[in-house]
């Protein structure tokens, strides 16, 4: 079964950096579609980074471009999310999704989260 852990989060003071991990069991992250996303409380569920079959292929909102950054590290099945001249609208709790071709259909599978909270 497919198991996406995140970890990295913490409390950061505005204007800090944190790097966000998220590993996989019986899934290799370096070949499947992998994403970031982030709920506040009281918000709907937002993309922050997505990145392609390909490490060139990424995208970002407009929110988030320019602070943070996708990455993945093959040999260690694993995907970061470095966060950079943090917000306060940046607090969240914060999953990563592959998207895995399963028989005939796409399917999302998601970690438990990892939370971030970004203040003085």
């Known amino acids: 079964q497919v198991q996406l852990v995140e970890s990295g989060g913490g409390l950061v003071e505005p204007g800090g950096s944190l790097t966000l991990s998220c590993t996989a069991s019986e899934l290799p992250l370096s070949t499947n579609p992998v994403s970031w996303y982030r709920r506040a409380p009281g918000k709907e569920r937002e993309l922050v980074a997505h990145?392609?079959?390909?490490?060139?292929?990424?995208n970002y909102p407009d929110s988030v471009k320019g602070r943070f950054t996708i990455s993945r590290d093959s040999a260690k099945n694993a995907v970061y999310l470095q966060m950079n001249s943090l917000k306060s609208e940046d607090t969240a709790m914060y999953f990563c999704s592959v998207n895995v071709f399963v028989a005939t259909e796409w399917v999302d599978y998601w970690g438990q989260g990892t939370q971030v909270t970004v203040s003085s």
């Open positions: 990145m392609g079959f390909t490490d060139d292929s990424t």
